[in-house]
């Protein structure tokens, strides 16, 4: 069984950071991209970006490029998600998932595999 465990969600000022840590245990897999998405209330699940395991390679959706970065730390079997210059829109449910597969957009929820429970981020005006 794989488990993904997010943290570091919470509530943040307008203009804040904040780092949300994704660790993946459980049934040993091979991860090709490890995924951040968001849900907003009423709204539809939002692709966040994700990075390529292996090299590390990353890519963004437009809403938040240049202000969220995607790491990894392969010893620790964790996906981080910094996020700077906050907005009120950023305020979302978010997820990290796991694709055990290298094809496809890399941005369409059905291409991952494996999903975290959620950690609630707050962005407050």
């Known amino acids: 069984q794989v488990q993904l465990v997010e943290s570091g969600g919470g509530l943040v000022q307008a203009g804040g950071s904040l780092r949300l840590s994704c660790a993946a245990s459980?049934?040993?897999?091979?991860?090709?991209?490890m995924g951040w998405f968001r849900q907003a209330p009423g709204k539809e699940p939002e692709f966040v970006g994700t990075?390529?395991?292996?090299?590390?390679?990353?890519a963004y959706a437009d809403s938040v490029k240049g202000r969220f970065t995607i790491s990894r730390d392969s010893a620790k079997n964790t996906v981080y998600l910094q996020m700077n210059s906050l907005k009120p829109e950023d305020t979302a449910v978010y997820y990290c998932?796991?694709?055990?597969?290298?094809?496809?957009?890399?941005?369409?929820?059905?291409?991952?595999?494996?999903w975290g429970q959620g950690t609630q981020v707050t962005v407050s005006s």
């Open positions: 998932a796991a694709k055990t597969s290298a094809s496809g957009s890399l941005r369409g929820r059905s291409e991952y595999d494996y």
């Open positions: 459980g049934r040993t897999f091979k991860k090709y991209y």
């Open positions: 990075i390529n395991w292996s090299i590390g390679s990353t």
